[in-house]
């Protein structure tokens, strides 16, 4: 049974930082992309970064310069660093993760339980 389990969310004043990692376990045999989603209330859930396997990477405009995405594809865990927080990057922040459990099976997307970032002075 594939899981993410995401860590590292909390609540920071504006201007400061937090890394969220997110690990996956159980029955994998590859993902390939790797990414973070958040939802703030009464809002859509948005992509905030993804990543591929072979490093290439996107961002939502508003995080451009601020926030990193990376990976460690040994341990397959995806990690978000965050810099400069603004109050508007408070929500819930969802791992997401597309996995293959077997070498000729399809890749599936999978979703971790989502991490709170509060950003408040």
């Known amino acids: 049974q594939v899981r993410l389990v995401e860590s590292g969310g909390g609540v920071v004043q504006p201007g400061e930082s937090l890394r969220l990692s997110c690990a996956a376990s159980?029955?994998?045999?590859?993902?390939?992309?790797m990414g973070w989603y958040r939802q703030a209330p009464e809002k859509q859930r948005e992509l905030v970064a993804v990543m591929s396997r072979d490093g290439s990477t996107n961002y939502i405009a508003s995080v451009k310069g601020r926030f990193t995405i990376s990976r460690d594809n040994a341990k397959d865990t995806v990690f978000l660093q965050m810099n400069s927080l603004k109050p508007e990057d408070t929500a819930v922040y969802y791992c997401?993760?597309?996995?293959?459990?077997?070498?000729?099976?399809?890749?599936?997307?999978?979703w971790g339980q989502g991490t709170q970032v509060t950003v408040s002075s």
């Open positions: 159980g029955g994998i045999f590859s993902i390939s992309t």
């Open positions: 997401n993760a597309d996995i293959r459990a077997t070498p000729t099976g399809w890749y599936r997307t999978y």
